[in-house]
């Protein structure tokens, strides 16, 4: 099997199965996707669901949460992993939004990035989610799957993952098929137990021909 066969038989499967794919994040705007997005880097987002509606009840806008102090916003979020360092972005990344965008959340990734806690992955997740550019993020679940199915090949870190996969997924299909991979990799293809064998994608996937040929 050829890789362009191995995406336009896994994008098929995908299409057919899981039409609708979205993020799992709770948010209605710009700015609670960012501020969930930046609260969700190594956490579930169960937790982070969990914690915002407190946190926009207290700072529903980049204003609001501008004003505040770090150690008010670490109250807020102190359930979540690093809290102190995530107080700390979302505080600096609230001023910088104020004091360089005017207060709204800016829709270029490279402007993204440059605020604090913001990195690729983020800055894709808010470019691809919100506002709908063709934007790749990719994460641990979309870069494991990713490698296991096929889709790259000994890629060694997210960004050579990230060009890999926009080579070959459709540009219009490229934000659907982030949360394809992430939902994938969270419920199916999973870090220690995969479930290869109520796996839909098994007969197109290298790790699983790989198992039947090795069982041990």
């Keep these: 099997m050829t890789k362009k066969e191995r995406y336009s038989l896994i ?5 057919e199965n899981m039409p609708v794919a ?7 705007t710009a700015y609670e996707l960012l501020v969930a997005v930046i609260l969700s880097a190594q956490c579930t987002d169960k937790r982070v669901n969990q914690t915002t509606p407190a946190f926009f009840a207290a700072y529903p806008n980049v204003a609001s949460l501008a004003k505040s102090s770090v150690s008010e916003v670490f109250e807020y979020i102190r359930s979540i992993s690093y809290p102190n360092s995530k107080a700390r972005y979302l505080v600096g990344m609230a001023q910088k939004v104020m004091t360089d965008y005017n207060g709204e959340i800016p829709q270029d990734t490279n402007e993204l990035m440059s605020l604090p806690g913001v990195g690729r992955k983020t800055a894709h997740v808010v470019a691809s989610v919100m506002f709908n550019q063709p934007k790749m993020a990719v994460d641990t679940h979309v870069f494991r799957v ?3 199915l096929g889709l790259t090949t000994n890629s060694k870190n997210a960004l050579q993952t990230e ?6 997924i459709p540009e219009e299909l490229i934000s659907k098929a982030h949360h394809w991979l992430i939902l994938h990799g969270r419920y199916v293809c999973t870090a220690r137990r995969p479930k290869c064998a109520t796996c839909g994608l098994s007969p197109f996937c290298r790790f699983y021909s790989k198992l039947k040929t090795n069982p041990s």
């Design 11 to 15: 994008i098929k499967w995908f299409t």
């Design 22 to 28: 979205k993020s799992e994040l709770r948010y209605k």
């Design 146 to 148: 990713s490698e296991r």
């Design 163 to 168: 060009k890999e996969l926009v080579k070959y």
